[in-house]
């Protein structure tokens, strides 16, 4: 058993502010090692449960939050950006399932520290019809590529995105939402211990064949909608895209990784515009 495990920082048990989450931010070398934690958790179950690789990518802002030497052992890790797949880099056909944690809710949703993507460029991300956050388009493309979410760990936001399109994933719920920027948390080590109970039961069902990869429909279309029109007025440059309202781009995608590709220079070219 492959494992690609995509990490993330606003869904780790403990996280539920920017001065956790910012690269600046007043709490955030505390909230790196949680998040570490809960890594080198879901790693420790997955061997436990006879995976035989790890493939860890730092999925957050800098994506340079994880700390080597704190690495489990066992694992490799994919560090540094701009990298071409982002929260996907690395991800391929080889591995027989993937991890998300430390996920966090959509844009627009319910969940602490919502947001797809970028916080600061997009206002909804639809995929056929469908408002989806990074839990739903970071699985769909895994799945595209023939490789089933098997655990995600998060808020219960998150993790309700991941279990209404992926059937049979693992949810570790590590805080439970009350507001954006706050949360009830059980403590740090028990949020591990469930990861850890959470990463092996996911590989071994998926050994089982009890997750299998889910069938991704083709053309994709994608609506995504900016928080300001002149991030459209921009993003409209790439081809194929269409502008259907003052804040919208619609582009339909042959596959799920074009519409990945698409959606990514979209948000570039709108993150570009900020002022
Ligand atoms: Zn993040």
Request: glycine share 10%.
């Amino acid at each position: 058993m492959r494992i690609y495990l995509s990490a993330d920082l606003e869904g780790i048990c403990g996280v539920v502010d920017v001065e956790h989450t910012r690269r600046d931010g007043r709490e955030h070398d505390r909230a790196r090692k949680w998040m570490i934690q809960e890594v080198n958790a879901a790693v420790e179950g997955a061997l436990r449960a006879g995976a035989e690789k790890i493939v860890v990518n730092d999925s957050h802002g800098t994506m340079r939050n994880l700390l080597p030497e704190e690495l489990h052992p066992e694992a490799e890790l994919i560090i540094g950006s701009p990298k071409p797949m982002s929260m996907l880099e690395g991800l391929s056909r080889d591995f027989d399932g993937t991890f998300f944690v430390g996920y966090h809710a959509r844009s627009g949703a319910f969940g602490v520290l919502s947001h797809t993507y970028s916080g600061r460029v997009v206002a909804d991300l639809k995929v056929n019809g469908r408002s989806i956050g990074e839990p739903g388009l970071n699985g769909l493309v895994s799945n595209f590529y023939g490789v089933p979410v098997a655990l995600i760990s998060g808020d219960q936001f998150a993790v309700g995105e991941a279990r209404d399109l992926f059937p049979g994933v693992v949810g570790v719920i590590t805080k439970e939402a009350i507001g954006r920027y706050v949360a009830k948390c059980p403590s740090p080590e028990k949020a591990r211990k469930m990861i850890e109970e959470g990463a092996f039961k996911a590989v071994n069902l998926l050994r089982s064949g009890d997750i299998k990869p889910i069938q991704v429909p083709s053309p994709i279309e994608i609506q995504l909608k900016f928080l300001n029109p002149g991030m459209a007025d921009l993003a409209q440059i790439l081809p194929g895209s269409e502008r259907i309202d003052p804040l919208t781009l619609r582009y339909v995608a042959k596959n799920m990784s074009e519409a990945y590709k698409a959606i990514r220079v979209m948000i570039y070219l709108g993150y570009s515009t900020l002022k």
